[in-house]
């Protein structure tokens, strides 16, 4: 290592290891570390001589041998938590894909132009209005809101309405999922012409649908091969390319059921992000409630 990296020999006779990476955890610990830090930016650095001038409350080595165990066995039931999470939601991922293949098994491909054309709607800026943005996340992880735009700072910049179910395009990211099916809070939101917007034919195919065939293996290919360059931003998705993407045309009803599908896989996905925040939040709590001797 090089010297970034402060190593300390622990002191065995008066506190336990174990008992030490758990205290240098908390709050404490951490407070403790930057009031002997000095520098700016991204270059404070720990001083040595200040840390080991700094004292930490250390109880009995049986008391730290305790809390230490009680610690390890909470972690481990919250870690069990996540994992069993994990593990749920791998399951859903394997129950879409398994349903997606049984209704594409038969279908007909066609070109997205004909399933779900390219609609452009041209925003005509004035000075005095503000319009907000929408940005796509790579690798299918939906949408996001941008700062709000001033007409007075949209210059020269083209920008497209952009609705609720509408199958949006990162023309950069593309390649790397930045793939999404509008929502209904972004409505009012606005895109440079970076952002294709590609609107579904009614009774014939859906947004959510022709989203979850084109982030599958088989489908990114698709993309990635209409999108020719090199990395990054060289990498750009074509309109006539993506028009010419073929993609499985099934029968309507059923793509509404594997919707449905989707709908409550994302439902669990959602409860399972939400409990994960909870779980996340556990640590420090307990840790708190440990070093005060409350546990």
């Not at 002997?36 to 001038?53: H, W």
Request: glycine content about 6%.
């Amino acid at each position: 290592m090089s010297n970034d990296f402060p190593c300390f020999e622990i002191n065995r006779e008066i506190v336990l290891p174990n008992y030490l990476e758990w205290y240098a955890r908390t709050y404490d610990f951490v407070d403790l570390c930057r009031r002997v830090s000095e520098g700016s930016t991204n270059r404070v650095r720990l001083k040595e001589t200040k840390f080991l001038d700094m004292t930490i409350p250390l109880p009995p080595l049986d008391d730290q041998r305790r809390v230490a165990a009680k610690l390890e066995s909470l972690i481990a039931k919250i870690d069990k938590a996540k994992l069993l999470q994990s593990e749920i939601q791998a399951d859903a991922q394997i129950m879409l894909y398994s349903a997606f293949q049984q209704i594409i098994e038969c279908a007909e491909y066609y070109p997205i132009a004909e399933v779900a054309p390219i609609v452009r709607r041209k925003v005509e800026v004035e000075m005095d209005c503000e319009y907000p943005e929408l940005g796509v996340r790579s690798f299918g992880k939906g949408t996001f809101h941008k700062p709000v735009l001033n007409g007075i700072d949209v210059g020269t910049k083209k920008l497209y309405s952009i609705e609720p179910g509408d199958l949006v395009f990162s023309n950069v990211f593309s390649w790397e999922g930045a793939i999404a099916v509008v929502q209904p809070e972004d409505e009012g939101r606005v895109g440079s012409h970076r952002f294709i917007t590609c609107v579904p034919k009614a009774g014939i195919a859906t947004a959510e649908f022709l989203w979850f065939y084109l982030l599958t293996g088989e489908g990114i290919e698709k993309v990635r091969e209409a999108s020719p360059g090199g990395a990054g931003r060289n990498r750009t998705l074509g309109l006539k390319k993506l028009e010419k993407i073929e993609v499985p045309v099934p029968n309507y009803n059923k793509q509404l059921w594997f919707d449905n599908l989707q709908s409550k896989s994302a439902t669990i996905k959602q409860a399972h992000s939400e409990n994960q925040t909870e779980l996340d939040a556990l640590l420090p709590a307990i840790l708190d409630k440990a070093f005060k001797g409350e546990l």
